[in-house]
């Protein structure tokens, strides 16, 4: 059974800090990883990473992958208010479109 | 603007009754999706849907069945809702896999 395990399931911090948020995954078949932000309605696509190494970019956040380790993380700095968000993991596997998501890390930016 | 479109932002039921919620889609998307979200569970497949009159089950299914009698439109039905079926449901479509979903804004099912 595919599994994605974010870490840690929440997460607080104040404004202009600077985070880090996991994500794992055992699953058959790997193809690509993504980090959707979900605010109150609608996830919205972040990041898409399918090689190793290579480092993602919009702003003040960042990700990075490692098909080895089997392992990404998406880098908050300089976190504002606006952060404050469920953050998704998915893992493309298989021949096939479907996501297998994780939990979800509930982050919460304080002034 | 590309979308996905939820037919009801927040609907209210009646344990027993048949649920209907509907998902459109403009962006001529072969694959479609519905998900729920729960806390602490995460995203939950309900069912898929690759082609016009085609579907395969989720990582849930049980209670849940589904049409796509055209390709832009899903619907998701609950034969005899349940209090356990108070979920937020999220529909999503993409064209493959090499392309995230695109989401709608999910509907927040109650059922009383």
């Known amino acids: 059974e595919d599994k994605v395990v974010q870490s840690p399931l929440s997460l607080v911090v104040h404004e202009g800090d600077t985070v880090t948020l996991n994500c794992s995954y055992e699953?058959?078949?790997?193809?690509?990883l993504l980090w959707y932000k979900q605010e109150k309605k609608a996830p919205t696509f972040l990041f898409m990473l399918?090689?190793?190494?290579i480092e993602k970019k919009s702003g003040r956040l960042s990700s990075i992958l490692d098909k080895k380790e089997l392992f990404s993380i998406l880098n908050i700095t300089a976190t504002q208010t606006g952060d404050s968000a469920i953050y998704l993991c998915?893992?493309?596997?298989?021949?096939?479109?479907?996501?297998?998501f994780g939990k979800g890390i509930t982050l919460s930016v304080r002034p | 603007d590309v979308k996905v479109t939820q037919s009801s932002r927040y609907l209210v039921k009646r344990t027993g009754e048949k649920v209907f919620l509907e998902c459109v889609q403009d962006?001529?998307?072969?694959?479609m999706f519905w998900y729920r979200q729960d806390p602490g569970l995460g995203l939950r497949l309900i069912y898929f849907?690759?082609?016009?009159?085609?579907?395969e089950k989720g990582d849930i299914p049980e209670g849940y069945s589904v049409s796509r009698e055209k390709k832009e439109r899903f619907s998701l039905i609950l034969e005899s809702a349940s209090t356990n079926q108070t979920s937020m449901y999220l529909c999503?479509?993409?064209?493959?896999?090499?392309?995230?979903?695109?989401f709608g804004s999910g509907t927040r099912l109650t059922v009383v």
């Open positions: 962006m001529d998307h072969e694959n």
């Open positions: 849907s690759y082609d016009v009159k085609m579907k």
């Open positions: 999503a479509s993409s064209p493959d896999s090499n392309y995230g979903y695109t």
């Open positions: 699953v058959t078949n790997f193809r690509s």
């Open positions: 998915a893992v493309f596997t298989g021949a096939n479109s479907k996501l297998t």
């Open positions: 399918t090689s190793s190494g």
